[in-house]
């Protein structure tokens, strides 16, 4: 994310909910990695580690899908985009989505210049009216041809598209011959906010791509790309090899998510940061001029709040991030977030309302 | 341009105002490409006349600027502003700039990534405001960082930027340590319009870079970049080589240019098709239903009009394009739009207009 | 072509052999440039000229292949590259290329990053030994995959591929899944060589993709990038515009080679420029200390000579290329190099000779 | 690496050979890691283990110099060239630079384009005279203009640079104004094998970018690019989020190298694996038909051997690699390679040989 996560310097306790990813390695993942580190292994992935985690991943997605390990969200979402489309083909995505927001220009980068059409939709979502019109807008040669359709689930302002809207979205995509992305940087989050199977959430309602962040969901590094359509994975490990996206000592990437997958964390990491957001989320109705601008479904709380709400937060130490429209803020809840990091939050929250006069 | 230039078949007295890209070779361009066939010459720019050209060009612009010349719009912009910025950069422009909406993804081709940030602006023009705030908004390295200010000369809705403008937009970029590029996709129309010297118009006025095309001003082929800070040309022979820009036959791009320099047909043509578009515009004040959207300020009338007047129009071998919003219109004059051509156009009109009731 | 052409100032009299782009227009491009420009056209290609061009070349290739005219050969050659294979594979051509050696890494550039991989091969040609070994030599990730051989027909040193050896290319080609790539820069060249159709040597021989090369043929600029395989020609045409390669005003493109096609210049300024060539080196058997470095099969003379008798040709206005190794001189001829011109310049060889005591 | 790492099943006690990345993390790497992992951190950087760590690299320099984080090797290398140069320059490199051979074209893709162009040199280094005959071979604009020179500190083949061979190529490099980049992927165990400090072996002696490697050095990831002069850095925290390798949670990368060189391991790591490759190669000294192909100077032992008696290893599990010319077999050892397992192999080879009849 962006721009404005006033941060200042850390203290005794740590007041961070400016994103998900101030949370260290959560325990399953560490013990996986240290378990991984107990003898040597052979590089670039052809080590058992990488191996059992690619299994994992066809186990919980109930398919044979190819399974890719790279280092962060940039590099997942630019080089599976990149794989999707040629440079002169363009991608639609919401006007929020994070690939058009905050990757200082990576897709176009990866892709060498495939231009990204921005559509407007409320909740963070985009629609396939939105879609439909922006394939159907022109169709010269000096617009460029849109042939994936990349969405954030959960989105970015923390809702989530339900099954019926990915069905939705697969219909339009296959009527113009448009490929599915889906930048599942709170992937998990979407599974335990819908309860529904990541079988169901992706392949199932027509998802080509999955960019699945461990990241944000309790790891220290590591993005798996699953490319249901084993077709357009053809040659993706030179991709991720000339991009820089090909660790040497792979295991230290794959089995911390072998860790996750194994003992279930990734889900209740997921749920438990789901819950926190609620709670915040719940704690929150009664206070004037603290309103919530969108509603919470996974785990993330957008407010708006007057600024000296905000200076008052920031006084005793919270960081949070202010980029969605004027008095807009955003709360992120991670898998390590306590219930009496919340509870602290809304006290402060409701003390310095009642100081200014709220 | 784009989307639905709605072109028939070639008709005997050509009725296209779709584009001054329709036109062919002036006289004057043809006369001197026909010289330049006379005797064999030196490739790669090392013949006389491109010599000749690039201090025609000097002398136009009263400075010792740097000249290079390329085969097309799209390779000169984009080459321009891929010299201006890096990758992880970004060009602010308006939203309606050719850059962004016809080039399909060149200059992000060009430049291996680099962002086009659009603003809004009325009349085609960007503001100083606009630049401002797209600087300010934000500052964190999620967000590539602002580094190009790109105009268009004249707009791509016939409008001009007069000198105060460019000032004010060159210390907004000083404020910002930002470099201007002028697209002068109709450069020629807008000096013939203002009545002020290219040098005015340009580095005086604080342009970096401009690029001058002879497409649309009576040349078949060939823009001339034009480097006025000449720090920014370094190597710019080695990028065009690369790019595929390097005309192994230069004589033939740089002695037509010659040929406009020499005759003065550089301005003469852009003063006639000016002309003419202010003809059509005084012509049509007194049809019903038929009304201007933007000022008629260089050689493009932008119209707005019911779609069976336009397809009246249609009827009678008439193209065009209709890409701005519903209902608009956009005829462009040029060198040889004859004033019989635009009287049977306004005649033509007011038949269908009486025809259809209006 | 490269390194240290001794350009010197214009004489009187061309003594211009250093490349076949010195030569201007032929008298049936200029002709048909001249009709074209008679009356206005539409845009972008859909004019009459482009249309009855392409038709020219379906005609003379006796297939039904995709055409499309860009500016010059170093993006024909990089575009059709970059549509032959993506940035993790590899090319395989020469290693006296013309794309490896002079296009300051154009290939590289409009591909983003595939590599070219060099073979040796003698008199200019690339082998299918080469070939196996090349693709055989590595099969693991680090090394990008090769997906497509280029070869330059006629050679960068003057010799040609006969049927026999593009058929074995093709054989290899096809056991790697490879494509192949011919430029043919000097394409027309080759076919006056080797007397077979040109449908002979390219498609029925196993050629993908051609770059034929209009500019050393006879035009100003313009060379046709032909697909013979129409299913690697899928939205070319989007690649070219994005990489600044679609001319506007293209019938100043198509109509010269309209003029080329339909009066069969294109073969008969071969023949003559190949005569040219033939007849300097028939009359250069004589002289000590110059002596023949490869076959005339085409236009090019390859001569091996001391420096100081290259210094008497440079004194007396000869322009000439010297990039071939220790003492190697390149004269080529063109559509209209005069016997006249050629007999000078054995004259001024033998005159040079004898004063220094060869 | 590449080619053919004869991998074969993990055995209970590794005969891993091949290269310095299957060893997995040192203690003093796993103890900062975990240490980073006891409280939350702001992300991107902005966290004290990074601060830190970079401190701890000025230190260790004695330079106030520019450091970076980023995941791996490929992409410091790449990123660091393509901040030295633009698309149409080239980087001068041994014709066995990891970059040239084992990248799968990663320079040419971050670079967009940039042309590597091979030296021969004896023991894998680059010479003054192989440098100064590349840049003044050509000067022409067809062929990518030389701006960096580019060597690998230890080589591709276990040797070192002197002092004496630095301040030469960079006596070179400043007369034709190029920069040097240090590929220092085993740069920890030059320092050990020459006993210089790492400022004596790079600023002071004109290296201008170091890519350090810790990932060989015994971290999991990550590998430092310093910047000593630090206007090369410009904005390369931008290029490097832009290119995906900006790592949000970055104290995962910073921390365990803080381990390294806090605790001074980087340094005893590479002592040790020196030592174990000198053991290596003493102690093959007698046996017949195993020759050595270069200096035991850093952590790799190059020996010659024939066909039967490398398939002898591999028949009792030890895995190496032979990519150096016929017969060449690559051994690397690493910061926790035992004697007993040198031993073993000594032994393991000196049976295979008696076996063999050699």
């Known amino acids: ?76 979402n630019s080089l599976a985009l990149a794989s999707l489309c040629q440079s002169y083909h363009s991608v639609i995505c919401h006007e929020l989505a994070h690939i058009e927001t905050d990757e200082c220009g990576g897709p176009e980068f990866f892709s060498n210049g495939s231009k990204l059409l921005t559509v407007a939709g409320d909740n963070g979502r985009i629609t396939p009216e939105g879609i439909e019109a922006t394939v159907t807008k022109r169709g010269d040669i000096h617009y460029p041809r849109p042939k994936v359709v990349s969405l954030t689930q959960a989105t970015e302002v923390g809702t989530v598209y339900d099954l019926a809207d990915l069905r939705a979205i697969r219909e339009v995509a296959d009527r113009h011959d448009l490929r599915v992305h889906m930048d599942g940087a709170r992937f998990a989050n979407a599974c335990a906010s819908l309860e529904v199977s990541p079988a169901e959430l992706t392949w199932r309602a027509g998802v080509d791509v999955l960019c699945f962040s461990g990241t944000k969901n309790g790891l220290g590094f590591g993005e798996a790309v699953i490319f249901f359509d084993k077709r357009l994975a053809l040659d993706f490990e030179y991709r991720c090899k000339q991009a820089g996206q090909l660790a040497s000592k792979m295991r230290y990437l794959s089995a911390p998510w072998l860790g996750l997958l194994e003992t279930g964390a990734w889900l209740t990491n997921a749920r438990h940061a789901n819950a926190m957001a609620q709670r915040l989320s719940d704690g929150l109705t009664d206070i004037d001029h603290v309103t919530p601008m969108f509603d919470t479904q996974a785990n993330s709380v957008f407010l708006q709040m007057p600024a000296d709400l905000q200076a008052g937060l920031r006084d005793v130490g919270w960081t949070f991030y202010t980029f969605i429209g004027e008095g807009g803020v955003r709360f992120v809840c991670s898998w390590n977030t306590t219930p009496e990091l919340i509870d602290e939050l809304i006290a402060n929250l409701k003390q310095a309302a009642t100081r200014l006069g709220y």
Chains 1, 2, 3, 4 share one sequence.
């Open 1 to 76: 994310m962006s721009q404005t996560a006033q941060q200042t310097a850390p203290v005794t306790r740590a007041r961070y909910l400016a994103s998900d990813n101030t949370s260290g390695l959560c325990p399953e993942a560490m013990d996986y990695l240290a378990r991984a580190n107990v003898a040597d292994d052979l590089a670039y992935g052809n080590d058992a580690w990488t191996t059992a985690a690619s299994d994992g991943f066809r186990d919980l997605f109930e398919t044979d899908c190819e399974v890719f390990f790279v280092f962060n969200g940039t590099a997942a």
